[in-house]
Each structure stands twice: as structure tokens, then as C-alpha cells.
Nanobody, 122 residues
Framework: QVQFAESGGGLVQPGGSRTLSCVVS????????MAWYRQFPGPGVPREWL?????????KYPSAMADRFTISRDNAKKTVYLQMSSLKPEDTAVYFC??????????????WGLGTQVVVHS
């Protein structure tokens, strides 16, 4: 069964940076495109897609994220990373990784990890 273990969240001051990690098991990681998502506080809030790294390492982001977020992967460690910079209070959310269906922003599975919370606050 696929599992995602996100880590690296915490309290960050506005303008600061943070790198999140996600260790993946239960899938053919090397062949799977991986994405990051986030979910803002509140009931029923959908997850927001933050970008994707393909199996070959190419990346794609929504235009609003492209200048502050960078996704990378280490296939040997079966880990995907999200580097965030110039963080703002509105980036406060729980961050998740998931596989992604090729050519889409849709997550590969409904079996989400616990996520890692990032709080941007002075």
C-alpha cells in the first residue's frame, strides 16, 4: 500500500524559507510523477496543487508558485522535496505530497499521508 510521510514543517517567520520532505513507499517511485499540495485551515477546504516533478526531474508549477516554490526529488531515497522561500502568513497550511496522474494535477491515490504543518507568523 502506498504511504507518504511528510516532514519539515514548523513555525517560520514571514520572509523566511523552509524545505519540506516526503518519503514515499509502496509505489514504483522512480517511475511516478510526484506533486505537492496544501490544505488551508477549515472544514471541507480542498487541497491546492503546488506543482509537480516528473519521473525524469522536470517540473511544472502554477504561475502563482513558480517564483517561490521549487520541487525536486531523490530517487535513491524515494523522497520528494518542496523548497519554499519568501514565505507569507497566507502560506500557513498543512502540506502533503502524492503521486500525480500523468498530464494532470489530480492525485494518484486517496491514501494521503498526515501532512506537515507550516505556520508563517512573526
Amino acid at each position: 500500500q502506498v504511504q507518504f510521510a511528510e516532514s519539515g514543517g514548523g513555525l517560520v517567520q514571514p520572509g523566511g524559507s523552509r524545505t519540506l520532505s516526503c518519503v514515499v513507499s509502496g509505489i514504483d517511485f522512480e517511475s511516478t510523477a510526484m506533486a505537492w499540495y496544501r490544505q488551508f485551515p477549515g472544514p471541507g477546504v480542498p487541497r491546492e496543487w503546488l506543482g509537480v516533478v516528473s519521473a525524469t526531474g522536470s517540473t511544472k508549477y502554477p504561475s502563482a508558485m513558480a517564483d517561490r516554490f521549487t520541487i525536486s526529488r531523490d530517487n535513491a531515497k524515494k523522497t520528494v522535496y518542496l523548497q519554499m522561500s519568501s514565505l507569507k502568513p497566507e502560506d500557513t497550511a498543512v502540506y502533503f505530497c502524492n503521486g500525480v496522474k500523468i498530464g494532470t494535477t489530480f492525485p494518484l491515490t486517496d491514501n494521503w499521508g498526515l501532512g506537515t504543518q507550516v505556520v508563517v507568523h512573526s
